[in-house]
């Protein structure tokens, strides 16, 4: 059974300042792995994900991970939070069919 | 057009009403689910739809009832629904289910309040 586990579940950031989210996963095969953002009262946007290839992924807003399969993570990382990037962030894990997995959240505020 | 629309963004009924949610995508995806998220919380899938075909029930509870009338519309039927299922309950599509790179595209959600 495939798993997602993210660590911090809030993380408080200077603006202007780096942020990194972190997402462990479990899955006996190539995992498939995504970043979602979500505002608000909103639904779910896409910021990135990873199948193959170059295990560093440029996202939107200015967004990237890096897959590690040896560490079994895909963490998330942008190099100056604006005061918009304030959100939930879902770390999520597909497996080769419907099924999305999804880790807890982890809730990012954004100081002045 | 790369979006998920749902009505109505809002939606507040008492335990013995009768409402519907629904759901449109016009990106010539196949696949279409129902998601629950409670606050603070990951969404839970409730249902998926393959090729307009019920193909997963994730043991929800009869008093929601989904329907695929086409392959660009998705509704959520709700009936005597309990404050509990108070929530926002979110829509999604994909190309299909047996793809591996399943990216699924959320639409903004519905909140919905039980009285």
């Known amino acids: 059974a495939q798993s997602v586990t993210q660590p911090d579940i809030h993380i408080t950031v200077s603006e202007g300042a780096s942020l990194e989210l972190r997402c462990n996963y479990s899955?006996?095969?190539?995992?498939?792995l995504f970043w979602y953002v979500q505002s608000p009262g909103q639904g779910l946007q896409l910021l990135l994900k990873?199948?193959?290839?170059?295990?560093l992924v440029q996202g939107i807003k200015g967004f990237e991970a890096e897959f590690k399969r040896s560490q079994s993570s895909f963490n998330l990382r942008k190099p100056s939070v604006h005061w918009s990037d304030a959100a939930e962030y879902f770390c999520?894990?597909?497996?080769?069919?419907?099924?999305?997995?999804f880790g807890a959240g982890t809730t990012v505020t954004v100081r002045a | 057009d790369t979006e998920v629309t749902q009505t109505p963004k809002h939606l507040v009924m008492g335990m013995t009403n009768k409402k519907s949610l629904k759901c449109e995508q016009h990106?010539?995806?196949?696949?279409m689910y129902w998601y629950k998220q409670k606050a603070k919380k990951p969404p839970e899938l409730m249902f998926v739809?393959?090729?307009?075909?019920?193909?997963i029930n994730e043991s929800v509870p009869s008093r929601f009832s989904p329907e695929c009338p086409n392959s660009s519309l998705l509704n959520l039927h709700l009936h005597a629904l309990q404050p509990e299922d108070s929530a926002l309950y979110l829509c999604?599509?994909?190309?299909?289910?047996?793809?591996?790179?399943?990216?699924?595209?959320f639409g903004p959600g519905t909140r919905l309040t039980v009285l």
């Open positions: 990873y199948f193959s290839g170059d295990t």
């Open positions: 990106m010539g995806h196949r696949a």
């Open positions: 899955y006996g095969a190539t995992p498939y």
């Open positions: 739809y393959s090729y307009e075909k019920l193909s």
């Open positions: 999520a894990v597909g497996g080769g069919d419907y099924k999305l997995s």
């Open positions: 999604a599509s994909s190309q299909d289910t047996r793809d591996a790179y399943n990216e699924q595209f």
